[in-house]
């Protein structure tokens, strides 16, 4: 996930200030993801605790950040890039839902919930992979009909 990530910020940095505010988001929430998933021993509750913030804060940003411009952008729009937003945003909306769910369980977790901790957070990282591929689609096509909309070549 690291690679991708790179790749897109190469692709991607550069065109917004809060996109790259965003990405850097992802970036220490991908930094941190490993961290815990790699851990040998289980992480204290404060790690936890943190990590679960960081968690919130990414998708709360998605929301509140990038996908209002986004969709704003698409209710402007016509043809495939309003109807890629049309079919990705339900699917953001279920991993939001997903990760938040993973907040919620792991926020004040006890013994018996960190049993279940290793197999959570394999489940997270195919959200969290799944969840930065979606986005991607979403901020390129954005990208795309910008560039349309003032003629300049994408």
Request: glycine share 6%; hydrophobic share 40%; with cysteine.
């Amino acid at each position: 996930m690291l690679g991708k990530l790179e790749q897109t910020k190469a692709r991607l940095g550069g065109i917004h200030k809060a996109l790259d505010a965003f990405l850097n988001a992802r970036q220490a929430l991908l930094v941190e993801y490993i961290r815990l998933s790699t851990h040998h021993s289980l992480p204290s509750q404060d790690e936890l605790h943190e990590f679960c913030g960081q968690l919130v804060d990414y998708v709360s940003a998605g929301h509140f950040e990038i996908y209002d411009h986004v969709l704003a952008a698409y209710e402007s729009s016509r043809g495939n890039a309003r109807v890629l937003a049309e079919r990705i945003y339900p699917r953001i909306k279920r991993n939001t839902d997903e990760a938040l769910n993973f907040h919620d369980k792991y926020t004040q977790a006890d013994d018996d919930t960190l049993l279940e901790l290793d197999q959570d957070l394999n489940r997270l990282g195919e959200l969290l992979e799944e969840r930065f591929s979606l986005e991607d689609r979403l901020v390129s096509a954005i990208d795309l009909v910008d560039h349309l909309d003032t003629g300049t070549p994408a």
